[in-house]
DNA sequence: CCAACGCAGGAAAACGCTTTCCTGAGGCTA
DNA sequence: TAGCCTCAGGAAAGCGTTTTCCTGCGTTGG
C-alpha cells in the first residue's frame, strides 16, 4: 500500500507538502511541485489512509445508523432518508443491523463510538425492558458527553433529538375507522409486545374501542414477529380463537400481508366477511388484492428528519418532532352495516 | 474523549499494560492490575479509538459492499446474505449505495480503499460503459495489488472471484414457458438497456424465442427504471405499441408487480388475457393477486456466497460460483391454448 | 545598501494505539 | 552464595496523516 511518504519520496517533495497538495490545504504551493505530486499520486495509485487522517485532523466525518433490518421495508424506507441527508452533507453513514437484539444494539453504541462518528441515530423501535433502557442511556450519555449526537425515531425516553411517529394516534384513527363503522368483534395482529412501536399502536387502538364503548379483549390480540410470516401465524391464531371477527387490524403493513395470505387461504372474502388495516403505507399495500387500507407514515421524511436532526448541532434542549399519521381508504376494508 | 493513556494514568500503570489488558493480549498480567485497569475502563467508560487500534495494528477488520440501492428488496435480500457470513467472521460491513451512477461506483471504491477494508464485494449489476468499465478495472486492480480482495456478483469481466447468476438462463426459461404453450407476442418490461442484468436475461428470452421459431421485435421490448413504477410505465408503452401481446416478461418482479398494476387499471385480465411473468422471486411475488410466475434466485445465498467468496483469501485463479435459476409456476401465467 | 517583510517549503510534533524490546526482581539450580 | 532463567511490567518506536512552527530565500522600501 502506497504511503504519503512514497508519494512524497516520488515527487521529490516533503510529506508536508505532500499532504498540503492532496488533501488540499489553503497554504500556497508552486504549480511546478504540485504537478510532481499529483502525477506521483497518479502513478502509484494513491489513496489516503482514513484512519490515520481521522487520528491526525481531530474531525470526526462519519454518521453511524442502528436499525433492526435494513432488508424490511419499513427500515429500508426510514434508512433511504437518513442516506439522503447525510450524503448531502458529504457524510458516510454506517448502517447497523440489530437484528432486534438489545444486547446487539449495546454493542453497537460501543462500535460506532470506536469508530469516532460523529452523531448516533437510532432507528428502531424502542424495547419495554428497563434494565437494557437503563444500559443503553448511560452509554448514550457517555457519547454525547464527549461530544457525540444521538437522534432517536420513536422512544422519547433516550437523550437527544427525537421523531416521534404518532404511533398512538395512528393506532386510534385504524380503530376509530372500523368501530364507528359498525364493527364490534375487531382483532388485532401484533408485532412483539416488547416493543413500544407495538404497544403505542395498540394503546391507540385501545383509545378508539373506549370512545366507542368497546373493548379489546386480550383473546382477540395475537402476538408474533413483526413480519408477513408473524402475521400469517397470529391471524391464524386469531381467526381459531374467535372465528367470529369482523375486522383485523394488523400493526404494520408486512404482518397485513401476511394475514391476508392466510385469510386467503382459508376462503375468507377481504372486504366482504373480514375488513383488513394495516400500518405504515409501504409500497406493497398499493399492490396486493385487495388493496390495503392502511395508516400511513412518511417514512423516508422520518429518516430525513432525524437525519438533520443528528446533524444540526445547535445546543439547546432537545428537539421532538411529531410526525403525523392519516389513514388512507383502500379496497380492504369497508363498514360492517353495508354488508 | 478518554484515552489509553487517561486510563492508564488513573489505574496507575503504563499504557502499555492497560493496553494488553484491554485489548486481550497473550502477554500475562497480575490479576490486581488487571483490576485496577478494568475499573479505571468502567469509571471512565473508555472506548478504544478504532482508528487509532487499525493504524497500530496492520490488519484490515471491515469489508465494503457496493450496492445499487439497499432499499431495493432485491438488494436488501442479497444484503442479508452479504451481513449474515461477515457478522459470524466478526467482520463490520460498510454498505455504500451507488444508486446506479457509475461515477459515485467509482468513488465508493476509492473510499473503501481508504478505509483499508479487507475486501469489497460488489453486488450491483455490471454496465455496458466500455470506459466506466475500465476505470472501475484499474480501481481494482490498484486495490487488489495492496492485498485487498474483491468479489462481485454477476459480470464475470471484472477481476476478482464471482458468483454468476444465470440470468440468461433464467430469461430463456421465462421465455421458453411461453413460448412453447403456443404465446406468440410476448412483450417484455425490461430494465435500463446499460445494464448487463437486463440483457442477459434478454439475451435468454431471444433465444427462447428463436427455438420456437418466434421472434422478439423490438416495439415488443420497453425499457424503464428497474422498479414497480418503471414497469408500470414501461406496461402501458407496451400495451399501446401491441395491444394483441397475450403474454409479457417482465426482468424483476419489482417491474412485474407495476405491470400488474396497469393492466388491473385497463381492466385486462391476468391470466385470462396476457400471462405475466416475473424474474427474481421476490417475497412479494406471491403476495400479488394473482400470484406472480417468476424465475427464481437464490438472492440472499448469493450474497452469502459472494461474501464467504471475498473472506476467504486463498490464492489461485479467480473463482466462478454459477447459481441456478429455476421457474416457479404460478397463477399470473397460463398456456395460450386453455383458452 | 540594509532591514523588514512575504512566502514557499521542510522539520518535527502530535493524534491514540500496539508491540517489540528491555529491565529488574524473584526463584531456581549447582 | 553465585549464576541463570523466568516473568511482570515499562520505555519507546512505530502506524500514516496533518499542522504548527521554523528556515531561508527573494522582494521591497526607506
Chains 1, 2 share one sequence.
Do not use: W
Amino acid at each position: 500500500m502506497a504511503t504519503l511518504a512514497d508519494v512524497a519520496r516520488r515527487a521529490g517533495v516533503s510529506p508536508a507538502t505532500a499532504s498540503r497538495i492532496i488533501s488540499g490545504s489553503t497554504k500556497l504551493v508552486t504549480d511546478e511541485l504540485r504537478a510532481r505530486v499529483l502525477r506521483a499520486v497518479d502513478e502509484l495509485q494513491y489513496v489516503p489512509n482514513a484512519h490515520a487522517q481521522l487520528l491526525a485532523r481531530a474531525q470526526r466525518t462519519a454518521v453511524g445508523v442502528i436499525v433492526h433490518d435494513v432488508s424490511d421495508p419499513y427500515f429500508a424506507e426510514i434508512t433511504r432518508g437518513l442516506q439522503q441527508v447525510a450524503t448531502a452533507h458529504g457524510r458516510l453513514v454506517i448502517i447497523c443491523n440489530s437484528y432486534r437484539d438489545p444486547a446487539r444494539e449495546l454493542e453497537y453504541v460501543e462500535l460506532l463510538r470506536a469508530q469516532q462518528v460523529a452523531a448516533i441515530v437510532l432507528a428502531g423501535s424502542g424495547y419495554h425492558d428497563a434494565a437494557f433502557t437503563k444500559a443503553l442511556k448511560s452509554k448514550l450519555a457517555a457519547y454525547t458527553r464527549t461530544g457525540g449526537r444521538v437522534s432517536v425515531i420513536g422512544r422519547h425516553e433516550l437523550p437527544g433529538d427525537a421523531v416521534m411517529p404518532a404511533n398512538e394516534e395512528g393506532g386510534y384513527l385504524a380503530g376509530a375507522e372500523l368501530f364507528t363503522t359498525g364493527h364490534r368483534k375487531v382483532g388485532v395482529v401484533a408485532g412483539p409486545r416488547v416493543l413500544t412501536t407495538t404497544t403505542d399502536r395498540l394503546a391507540g387502538l385501545r383509545r378508539a374501542a373506549r370512545e366507542s364503548g368497546r373493548t379489546l379483549p386480550a383473546k382477540r390480540i395475537a402476538y408474533a414477529g413483526f413480519d408477513r410470516d408473524g402475521g400469517a401465524e397470529a391471524t391464524a391464531a386469531l381467526l381459531d380463537a374467535s372465528p367470529d371477527l369482523t375486522a383485523i387490524v394488523a400493526l404494520n403493513d408486512s404482518m397485513a400481508v401476511g394475514a391476508l395470505a392466510t385469510l386467503r387461504e382459508r376462503g375468507i372474502d377481504v372486504p366482504g366477511q373480514v375488513s383488513l388495516i394495516g400500518f405504515d403505507d409501504m409500497s406493497i399495500a398499493r399492490d396486493v388484492t385487495p388493496a390495503l387500507s392502511t395508516v400511513r407514515l412518511p417514512l423516508t421524511e422520518m429518516g430525513a428528519r432525524a437525519m438533520s436532526l443528528a446533524l444540526d448541532n445547535t445546543d439547546g434542549p432537545a428537539r421532538v418532532e411529531p410526525v403525523e399519521a392519516v389513514l388512507i381508504r383502500r379496497a380492504s376494508s369497508q363498514p360492517l352495516t353495508s354488508r
